[in-house]
């Protein structure tokens, strides 16, 4: 039918979440009626536990789509998704699962959703909006995807068809920012955000510590960021140099000049794949920085291409995600069976 409603459960890491989205296929409009989640806090953990996270989905779960769709008992649901991968195996299953047996139970269809592309769609769902006239997200687009667990550039020529034109060598630039913060002695969680803070009140970064560019090869085209650490670390020790908001800026710019830096590289050397697409959708926590935001609108603005920047909260694991991807998949025909298992590593 035209208008119809969409479930959906993401269980892909510790978060267990669900959302509620109608959609409107003949005006082309989508709306969030409800998202909800229950975290599971790792921080006494020292990162996520596999078997304890797993249990947690199992847990959470049952109550949470039971809450919502008493809330929601007016509601119809029409279409049923889950997070299918990439993630943890058991915490993956406990959503697939769980949204197989109500697709049955409820007699309408299951899908499974590819978790990375959820995120790389994930603006299209808040354009679809009714009333909404701002900029639209249209194939192809470039994503720049920078949060505590990845740093790539992809572009998205339509559902199935996404590129890395860009990934870390090794560790993620959220990581190398918190690492960083943790070494000038921040303390507590989401250091790159309380070093931001931080640094605000400086007009121009010291330049104390000569920080070096890693992989400083026009065509290597990688981001790294394990080298920022390892030479903060160290100056840090020689100089026992105290931290200022001049010196944390100096740091962090450091790090953004080279994702900068190997993110123009890429659009050169991708110049021809890259010309039609004129949106670059920049997502994940580090893209709340207003710094980083500033640096990637000029370099988009020289490139022809707007900045996108959704909502920080959006960017994070969430269900709205999930049931938006779905509905984009449906509508094009793509179906799941019941055989299905979750898949673990799955490649975009
Ligand atoms: O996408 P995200 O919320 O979650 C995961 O990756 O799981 O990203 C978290 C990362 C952390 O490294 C945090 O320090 C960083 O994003 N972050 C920021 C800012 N806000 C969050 N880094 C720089 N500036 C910010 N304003
Ligand atoms: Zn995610």
């Known amino acids: 039918s035209l208008t119809y409603n969409v479930l959906a459960i993401e269980t892909s890491c510790d978060d267990t979440c669900a959302a509620i989205i109608s959609r409107d296929r003949e005006k082309n409009t989508a709306a969030l009626i409800d998202h909800v989640k229950i975290t599971?806090?790792?921080?006494?953990?020292?990162?996520?536990?596999?078997?304890?996270?797993?249990?947690?989905?199992?847990?959470?779960?049952?109550?949470?789509?039971?809450?919502?769709?008493?809330?929601?008992?007016?509601?119809?649901i029409d279409l049923v998704c889950a997070t299918r991968g990439p993630g943890l195996p058991g915490c993956l299953s406990s959503g697939v699962t769980f949204?197989?047996?109500?697709?049955?139970?409820?007699?309408?269809?299951?899908?499974?959703?590819?978790?990375?592309l959820a995120h790389l769609l994930t603006p299209r769902?808040?354009?679809?909006?009714?009333?909404?006239?701002?900029?639209?997200?249209?194939?192809?687009?470039?994503?720049?995807l920078v949060s505590g667990g990845h740093t790539m550039l992809v572009l998205s020529k339509s559902l199935y068809d996404h590129t890395v034109l860009c990934n870390t060598a090794d560790v993620a630039i959220g990581d190398a920012l918190d690492k960083c913060a943790?070494?000038?002695?921040?303390?507590?969680?989401?250091?790159?955000?309380?070093m931001d803070q931080y640094c605000r009140s400086a007009d121009t970064p010291s330049s104390q510590w000569s920080i070096p560019m890693p992989v400083d090869n026009k065509n290597d085209i990688r981001?790294?960021?394990?080298?920022?650490?390892?030479?903060?670390?160290?100056?840090?020790?020689?100089?026992?140099?105290?931290?200022?908001?001049?010196?944390?800026l100096e740091v962090q710019t450091a790090i953004f000049n080279h994702l900068m830096k190997k993110t123009k590289a890429a659009f050169n050397i991708y110049k021809k794949e890259i010309a039609s697409a004129t949106t670059l959708v920049c997502s994940g926590g580090v893209a709340a920085n207003p710094r980083l935001r500033e640096?990637?609108?000029?370099?988009?603005?020289?490139?022809?291409?707007?900045?996108?920047?959704?909502?920080?909260?959006?960017?994070?694991?969430?269900a709205a995600m999930i049931g938006w991807a779905g509905i984009e998949l449906h509508e094009d025909g793509y179906r799941s069976d019941l055989e299905g298992f979750q898949i673990p590593k799955w490649p975009l």
């Not at 943790?182 to 309380?194: D, E, I, S």
């Not at 640096?295 to 960017?315: R, S």
Request: charged share 20%.
């Open 99 to 116: 949204a197989k047996g109500l697709s049955l139970g409820l007699g309408v269809p299951y899908l499974g959703v590819h978790h990375m």
């Open 40 to 76: 599971l806090d790792s921080s006494l953990q020292g990162g996520i536990n596999p078997a304890l996270a797993t249990a947690h989905h199992h847990q959470s779960v049952g109550p949470l789509i039971r809450d919502v769709l008493k809330k929601h008992a007016d509601t119809t």
């Open 182 to 194: 943790r070494t000038l002695g921040f303390q507590g969680n989401m250091l790159g955000k309380v």
């Open 295 to 318: 640096a990637l609108q000029e370099l988009c603005a020289k490139y022809k291409l707007e900045a996108v920047f959704p909502d920080p909260y959006w960017c994070t694991d969430n």
């Open 223 to 248: 981001y790294s960021f394990a080298a920022f650490h390892s030479y903060i670390g160290m100056k840090k020790k020689e100089t026992q140099a105290e931290t200022t908001p001049e010196l944390a």
């Open 125 to 144: 769902l808040f354009e679809a909006a009714e009333g909404y006239s701002g900029h639209k997200t249209e194939f192809p687009f470039l994503s720049l």
